[in-house]
């Protein structure tokens, strides 16, 4: 876990490849074993790092798929921040219709859980 949280960290530092390096280690972790909910954040974290990287056709599998985990282990706040990662790939796309369908379930989930988080 600490790698994805370290991942993170550099992503938001500017960081792009050394935060790549550290999603990717946390996810071969992950994959590996029963924990679909942590694969799914670190599918996330790593798609979040190849959106920044300007690669958001690689991000799109990631997000998809975290969101199947995120909705099968029941973990809202996950699902919802798969569908807004989701979205704003399939917008970088150019899938326009679909990528605001995803924000806007993002932004109604958010705002039903109380979260103060705003989809632009």
């Known amino acids: 876990m600490l790698s994805t949280v370290y991942g993170t960290v550099l992503r938001l530092q500017g960081d792009l490849k050394s935060a790549r390096g550290h999603h990717e280690q946390a996810l071969a972790l992950f994959q590996a074993s029963d924990e679909g909910l ?6 996330n974290n790593l798609g979040e790092t190849l959106q920044a990287l300007a690669e958001p056709g690689r991000a799109l599998p990631l997000h998809r798929e975290a ?44 705002q039903a859980m109380g979260l103060p988080r705003i989809v632009p």
């Open 67 to 110: 969101l199947e985990l995120a909705e099968t282990a029941g973990d809202p706040v996950e699902t919802a921040r798969s569908r807004e990662l989701l979205g704003r790939a399939l917008l970088d796309l150019g899938h326009d219709q679909e990528g605001e369908q995803e924000l806007t379930r993002a932004q109604t989930a958010y």
């Open 38 to 43: 942590n694969r799914a954040e670190a599918l």
